[in-house]
């Protein structure tokens, strides 16, 4: 991709190795500020491992990753997880009600969430303020991924990590997710990372899409790349993914 906007987060030869084992090898590149960039890619390609490496949970063994052209090491934990917001495909509520997921992470730094944050998120992923007082256990699996959402919204983080949030659920309920991070793009300029396994939903709702297999980036650029993949390993993964 033509570099026209900001890097929100650049990695620069970033090597990642578990027990051993190398994850990711040599990645070099960049996701661009206030856009949505989805990241596709056969199971086991390492893009978990990317988002991981994104909000600090683990360190790269060699290279350097960059969030808004600062070291990723050189932010302070509490910092770096308030820029980098990330929402997991099991949306693990804690028990009890919706207002108190929702404020789990001003609990953690020893806060008390703002009411009207509170409404304003939850409203935002299009549920009304009676979901607050629900038992987190009694919602549907898009009403929990929508709460978990929001859950990370409240800390109004600068870059979402979406980590194959629509693969469990139903078709309307991922039209209303596709919709919602459209609109959080829109509203806040968040600039969005979204793991997909659904080349729909890179082709039409990213405009940019890293394509990573084997622990490596090889191809990058907007999504219009996926229709017509110069890389043999990726059109065989297109062609794959669209039977
Ligand atoms: N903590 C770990 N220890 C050892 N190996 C790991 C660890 N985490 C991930 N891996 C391995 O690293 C590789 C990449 O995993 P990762 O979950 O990042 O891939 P992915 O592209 O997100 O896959 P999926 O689409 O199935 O979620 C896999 O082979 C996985 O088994």
Not at 53 to 61: R, T, V
Request: one cysteine or more.
């Amino acid at each position: 991709m033509t570099k026209d906007t900001q890097a929100a987060i650049q990695f620069s030869h970033v090597d990642y190795q578990s027990d051993g084992t190398e994850i990711l090898h040599n990645i070099t590149g960049w996701f661009p500020k206030k856009r949505i960039t989805t990241l596709v890619g056969p199971s086991g390609a390492g893009k978990t491992t990317l988002f991981r490496l994104c909000n600090g949970l683990i360190s790269p063994d060699s290279g350097e990753i960059y969030i808004d052209d600062k070291k990723i090491s050189s932010y302070e934990p509490v910092e770096l997880r308030r820029k980098v917001g990330i929402a997991l495909q099991s949306a693990k509520m804690v028990p009890g009600t919706v207002r108190k997921n929702l404020a789990l992470s001003f609990e953690l730094q020893g806060k008390e969430m703002p009411i009207d944050t509170a409404e304003e998120m939850i409203r935002l992923v299009g549920l009304d303020e009676s979901f607050l007082d629900r038992n987190a256990k009694d919602l549907s699996g898009g009403q929990r991924q929508k709460v978990s959402i929001a859950r990370t919204l409240v800390m109004k983080p600068e870059i979402l990590l979406l980590d194959e949030i629509t693969s469990s659920l139903d078709r309307v309920s991922q039209q209303e997710i596709e919709e919602l991070i459209v609109k959080i793009n829109e509203t806040y300029g968040t600039t969005i990372m979204w793991i997909t396994h659904n080349l729909r939903q890179a082709l039409s709702i990213g405009e940019y899409t890293w394509v990573m297999m084997d622990g490596e980036l090889v191809e990058t650029g907007e999504s219009s790349l996926l229709k017509e993949p110069q890389n043999a390993r990726v059109q065989t993964f297109v062609k794959g993914e669209s039977e």
